[in-house]
């Protein structure tokens, strides 16, 4: 049995004034939003049917990343100064802004209804209390930035990506530190997901996607050079058992799941980026696949897959 996937441009979203760095989604929701080089955040429609967006609010700072709560009500936005903001979807402002971090928030992550995490360049990751919007805990995992965050809800534990080549794995329960992955990549780790239960891919400034079983020593399973520059991003595309990365050589590629197999690359001959491609997103619900970055551009995909029967026998 043959499986065969093909990538097809549906729309394509501008906007934007600057570089489009994050993108958020709650899964059942008609819209997906956008934050930038620009300050804005912007929705936009999952379905990609429609051409227009709508000006949720404007930070007038550089913002990096957003993750919608846990709810999908508010989402929740890191800029270039340190400051966090909570934008109310339902009345479409901004709450409540925060200044928790020294350096850039890098990520952000809801864990659960009360919980949020984010990474900055200073080192720290903060926990956030959804309630009042106030960080309740920071840690200093490092003398250099923590850019990438990924949640086991299983076990526990909070992977953090760093400029110091390394993943800390910290319990979530304590909020202490309980392994480190030293050395993970060459460079920073730009990039993580979790993978089904005990699969952690990791991209990083090396431009190489890993593949590590979860045990104890955290084993390679594949180490792959991606890519020409930085992997930006992770996502997984369960439906299809595929991953895909973003990276700053402009390409969008697909990979077997399993195996981290090459099933194809999305080049801006082929629809594709003028440059760095910061994030990507994947719309559960309308089957999408949606792609930001430098060239302040959004652009949305669908991704079918044929199963072909294969004949192995021999022809005497």
């Not at 700072?61 to 929740?76: M, N, Q, T």
């Not at 850019?147 to 299983?154: C, E, M, T, V, Y």
Request: one cysteine or more.
């Amino acid at each position: 049995m043959h499986f065969s996937h093909t990538i097809t441009k549906i729309n394509e979203y501008s906007g934007h004034r600057g570089a489009v760095y994050g993108l958020g989604y709650h899964a059942g929701a008609e819209k997906f939003y956008s934050v930038a080089g620009d300050g804005w955040i912007v929705a936009w429609d999952a379905t990609g049917q429609s051409q227009d967006g709508l000006l949720i609010a404007d930070s007038e700072s550089k913002l990096f990343c957003c993750a919608l709560d846990y709810h999908g009500k508010i989402l929740i936005a890191g800029d270039i100064l340190g400051f966090v903001y909570w934008i109310d979807l339902f009345h479409n402002k901004i709450i409540s802004k925060f200044k928790a971090h020294k350096n850039s928030v890098f990520d952000i992550i809801a864990l659960d209804e009360s919980t949020v995490i984010t990474a900055s360049g200073d080192g720290f990751i903060c926990v956030w209390n959804q309630e009042n919007f106030q960080p309740v805990i920071s840690v200093r995992l490092s003398t250099q930035g923590v850019r990438s965050l990924a949640f086991d809800k299983k076990k526990n534990r909070l992977y953090v990506g760093s400029s110091d080549h390394n993943i800390y794995i910290l319990d979530t329960n304590s909020w202490e530190v309980v392994d480190i992955i030293k050395n993970a990549h060459e460079n920073t780790v730009f990039s993580l997901l979790l993978n089904g239960d005990n699969i952690l891919l990791s991209g990083g400034r090396d431009a190489h996607l890993k593949m590590r079983t979860t045990s104890s020593v955290y084993p390679i399973k594949y180490d792959i050079p991606a890519h020409w520059y930085t992997i930006n991003k992770i996502v997984q595309i369960p439906s299809h058992k595929l991953i895909v990365t973003a990276s700053r050589d402009h390409n969008v590629r697909v990979w077997q799941a399993d195996d981290l197999t090459p099933i194809a690359t999305v080049d801006h001959s082929k629809g594709g980026h003028r440059h760095s491609v910061n994030t990507l997103l994947w719309l559960p619900t309308d089957k999408i696949l949606v792609s930001a970055g430098d060239d302040k551009l959004i652009k949305l995909w669908s991704i079918s897959t044929d199963i072909k029967e294969t004949n192995n026998s021999k022809n005497g």
